[in-house]
């Protein structure tokens, strides 16, 4: 069973330019998030997004933005990067359903964004 | 709002040492979930174990043990007999039940060093 796969896996951008990052989940996933992670912050929730809706949203500027596509696939963009938008950044996917809270996140490797 | 916090930011043993990873959490919530990730250098998180509110027993799995304690709002890993192939970061997370969908807070991380 594929797991989930992020692209690009590296990528250099500078200020001012924007940056699109997409996810595949594991088949039949219908919940797909995103994590930002850096060294002085850590790991920190962006949005969530089911069955093509956005369900929960984080503590960042409207810069973030995210979307999902019908197949469950989902990207998320970086309007007017910031050097503090250097990171890795996670996606993560679940079942979705069950109680809200339970389900567990299987995570992907990680896009790591570096703004010059 | 939630908080979840690892005091130890970095612990060095000796293999076949036993080890406790720290993990305090904050939550208005009555029912919760409590999750251990691992995160080795290969940068994505690995799911370790799952615990909701409602159940305190105490788990074992391998080498791996979980002591979750609400009265003191502590939810804490030993790595029994460590081994090299341990090294890596750990983080603790919690997913309140109240939200809908899957949003985790995440601890700021203990990074493991098992020396040979």
Sequence with gaps: KAGVTQTPRYLIKTRGQQVTLSCSPISGHRSVSWYQQTPGQGLQFLFEYFSETQRNKGNFPGRFSGRQFSNSRSEMNVSTLE???????????????????????????????TVL | AQKVTQAQTEISVVEKEDVTLDCVYETRDTTYYLFWYKQPPSGELVFLIRRNSFDEQNEISGRYSWNFQKSTSSFNFTITASQVVDSAVYFCALSEGNNAGNMLTFGGGTRLMVKP
Excluded at chain 1, 86 to 112: D, K
């Design chain 1, 83 to 113: 050097l503090g938008d250097s990171a890795l950044y996670l996606c993560a996917s679940s079942l979705g359903g069950g109680p809200s809270g339970a389900n567990v996140l299987t995570f992907g490797a990680g896009s790591r964004l």
